[in-house]
């Protein structure tokens, strides 16, 4: 099949630090092309990957200090992507809602997968507007608050099996915090988890702008107050492994809907049980007993602290293998896109690749655009409808 996957280009694919949608669409594209087919990536000039790049930005725009405003680089790589829309079987958005106006002719042939959390109001009205456009959620619960609409599948997120190493015995005798710093990752609850199970806490975390406040006021000063607790600061892939791998538990002590949770995943690849609370997908993959615990509150997390000995870390990497691996992902997808209703319809052009006189002209021309757009993008990353 020709297939496009179409990033969002606040992270380059895959990721240099932070960033679980573009981590998950690199993993998606490389299983692609591995199978043999002809898969196209629109993503960030700095993305890697065995298929075809589309540039739609010169880097990543989160790490570029000269980009203020995201909005521009998107609407430049969907206007690409609707010239080029005869080009491919299938045309698969990570990207949230942006496009969806643009799709309705031939979203017979595409698919969108929702990475964000769905329960905020303002998105019922939009979604109900575009009920013919086809869904996937990345987790059951995550559906729940949306009104009737396409939905397709369910494809929970997938990892290669290499990229995180099992450990079956770490020296770390700590445990791990990952993710964000954010109120609704709840890292000051990861903290007094610590404390009262009387061991380290390792943090390791970005800080959003949006977050920065929420930082210097609240956890900054719990971090400074308790003595075994060490924050980190943002880490790169190869780094995830050994602070995963060592760990003796990870935290996940979250307060909101949250869609998935790849770091889940990731220490279960790692071999490393995962403690967290009952929230959002959290029931879907943690198979409690198995691959960690699933808790209500910091007693009962640090409960489930005293009860590690009793997990086996070869059963939690069990469970990673047999449930959460970028091959089933890719199979789950596949399953999907030769469902679609107009996929093998209609004369496919040949692909042609991207010239310095269209796409990478007008993304060099997006840093010179008024931001008057940069207001709607502050207030989707403050409701973050990306993850």
Known sequence: MKIAQVAPLAERCP???????????????????????????????DSKTAGQLVRCSDMA???????????????????EIRQRASDFDVIHFHIDLWHFPLVRSFADRTLTTLHGRLDLPDLRPFYAAFPEIPL?????????????????????????????????????????????????????????????????????????????????????????????????????EAQKAEF?????????????PEPFGLVMIEAMACGTPVIAYRAGSVPEVIEDGVSGFIVHNEAEAAAAVARLPLLDRACVREAFERRFTVERMADDYLAIYHKLPGVG???????????????????????????????????????????
């Open 15 to 45: 990721p240099r630090l932070y960033g679980g949608t573009e981590r998950i669409v690199s993993y998606l594209t490389e299983e692609l092309v591995r199978r043999g087919h002809d898969v196209t990536l629109f993503a960030s000039g």
């Open 136 to 236: 996937a959620s990345i987790s059951d619960s995550q559906r729940r608050p949306l009104p009737p609409v396409n939905w397709r599948g369910t494809v929970p997120h997938g990892l290669p099996r290499e990229l995180l190493p099992f450990t079956a015995e770490p020296t770390g005798g700590y445990l791990a915090f990952l993710g964000r710093i954010s109120p609704e990752k709840r890292p000051d609850r990861a903290i007094e988890i610590a404390v009262r199970a009387g061991l380290p806490l390792k943090i390791a975390a970005k800080v959003d702008e949006v977050d920065r406040a929420y930082w210097q006021d609240t956890i900054a000063p719990l971090v400074g107050r308790h003595s075994n607790v060490e924050f980190i600061g943002e880490i790169n």
């Open 345 to 387: 319809l209609g004369v496919m052009r040949p692909w042609s690749p991207t010239t310095e006189s269209g796409l990478q002209v007008a993304v060099s021309e997006c840093r010179h655009i008024a931001p008057s757009v940069s207001k709607t993008v502050r207030a989707n990353r403050q409701s973050r409808q990306l993850t």
């Open 61 to 79: 725009l989160r790490l570029n200090p000269a980009v203020h405003d995201h909005l521009p680089y998107h609407l430049v790589m969907l206007e």
């Open 244 to 256: 995963l791998g060592n760990a003796r538990a990870l935290l996940f002590p979250i307060d909101w």
